[in-house]
């Protein structure tokens, strides 16, 4: 396609240009309706058994956002008691959170017992740890079902090099601790990575979770995770993720077990990535071009403080250029570097990249920011955080967090 944020009206008719006056640059900017759509989309992958779509809010935890998924129906997950007081201040009830720990503390688990929050316990050690915390109370056990799969090793979470998850071998165990403090395991869960485009290995997971689902007895829900993805290649017509087939393939897996298991519990699962990518680019400015040993540079004000995704995984964004808040056509391409302005040679936006030539007060206009974009941000160099706004369905911006300062980050600084 040649251009995304000209194909799905992403500013609305307001002029980018106008955004990063107001609010400054770099600037997050979401699209409501693109949010919602995907957000909806989730909510219907089960239609046919009783099933919520977990919103993992580790992809972008603004309140603005997680009010948008209370609306869509969606639940939510959370990884910790700053994501569970996220939710709770969204105004999420307790029994739409999910806290899928991983090596917490004992105030944390607390945290969650005291809020009636549903936990699930990632090691046998943290199953016992809850069990010494909450004698005869209820809580999941999160299994690694063998196989794993995402964009980068560093975000496959199943299979035989990770850390999460309790191995199918020491499932006794479980029942052993349970026995031992009279928990009720009410559910299973699994997440086997991020970022997948090809539903088979989720398909093969569900179907080893469904399989190791039949010793348990009497569960309240199973939930297969998340990791849908989204295409990042789009301005190359990458396609997206096809949830229609990936449903059709999905059901009969479910009918089989439903069958066999003698009732259907309630299905969950736990997308992030597809809810929200989608839905956001950031706005940065263009500061200067230069040549370094025969190769361009185009150094923006977006660094890895910005978005750390392409310095932590080589990730692939894609960028349009805007000049005077216009897409620049894709036609007379150069191939640059662009990069940002921390204070770091990884700190590289699009590396070798065939994009309209660009001059210095030109908008970079990063595609799919929204997830695990602001979220995984820093105030790296003491740069403060940028602010988010988002454009909604009658077009009006709405700012949903405002820029950090110098003073907010002085703030929690003792005096010296
Ligand atoms: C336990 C758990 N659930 C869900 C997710 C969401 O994954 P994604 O954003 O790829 O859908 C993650 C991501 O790391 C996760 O660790």
Redesign the pocket.
């Known amino acids: 396609m040649e251009s995304y944020v000209n194909n799905s009206d992403f500013f609305k008719g307001n002029n980018p240009e106008d955004l990063v006056a107001q609010y400054g640059s770099p600037l997050y900017v979401y699209n409501e309706e693109i949010l919602r759509t995907h957000m909806d989309a989730v909510a219907k992958v089960i239609t046919k058994y009783p099933y919520t779509a977990n919103y ?1 809010i ?2 972008n935890s603004n309140l603005h956002i997680l009010k948008l998924a209370l609306e869509e129906g969606n639940n939510c ?1 959370a990884m910790g008691i700053g994501e569970m007081s996220m939710l709770l201040a969204a105004g999420f009830p307790t029994d739409r959170i999910f806290f ?1 720990s991983n090596n917490v503390s004992a105030e944390e688990l607390q945290f969650a017992i005291d809020h009636n929050i549903m936990t699930s316990l990632d090691s046998l050690c943290q199953l016992e740890l809850f069990g010494t915390l909450n004698p005869g109370g209820k809580c999941a056990v999160r299994i690694n079902p063998g196989v794993g799969a995402g964009h980068h090793d560093k ?1 496959i ?1 199943a299979g035989k090099k990770t850390k999460f998850g309790i191995a199918e071998e020491d499932i006794d165990q479980i029942f052993e601790i349970a026995k031992k403090y009279n928990l009720t395991i009410a559910g299973i869960n699994q ?1 086997i990575g ?2 997948f485009m090809d539903p088979e290995p989720y398909l093969k997971a569900v179907t080893n979770l469904l399989r190791i689902a039949m010793r348990f007895e009497n569960l309240e829900f199973i939930d297969f ?4 993805g989204i295409p990042y290649h789009k301005l190359d017509d990458e396609a997206e993720y096809n949830m229609e087939d990936f449903k059709k393939r999905l059901e009969p897996i479910l009918d089989k077990f439903v069958e066999e298991y003698g009732s259907a519990p309630l299905f969950k699962s ?5 809810c929200v990518a989608e839905g956001c680019v950031i706005l940065g400015r263009v500061q200067s071009v230069k040549q370094n040993a025969g190769k361009k540079y185009v150094g923006t004000d977006i660094g890895m403080n910005v978005l750390v995704r392409p310095s932590m995984y080589d990730s692939w964004h894609d960028v349009e250029v805007l000049r005077d808040g216009k897409v620049v056509p894709r036609t007379d391409l150069e191939e640059v570097t662009v990069t940002g302005n921390i204070c770091e040679s990884g700190d590289l936006l699009a590396k070798d990249r065939m994009l309209p030539k660009m001059q210095r007060g030109d908008l970079a206009c990063v595609l799919d920011a929204g ?1 695990y974009g602001y979220s995984m941000a820093s105030p790296y160099n003491s740069r403060p955080r940028p602010a988010e706004v988002m454009i909604q369905k009658d077009g009006s911006v709405k700012l949903i967090r405002r820029r950090e300062t110098v003073e907010d980050l002085l703030r929690y600084m003792q005096e010296v």
């Open positions: 993992s580790k992809a997950d899928v975000v979470t997440h991020s970022l995770g998340g990791g849908y736990e997308p992030g990535r597809y997830a």
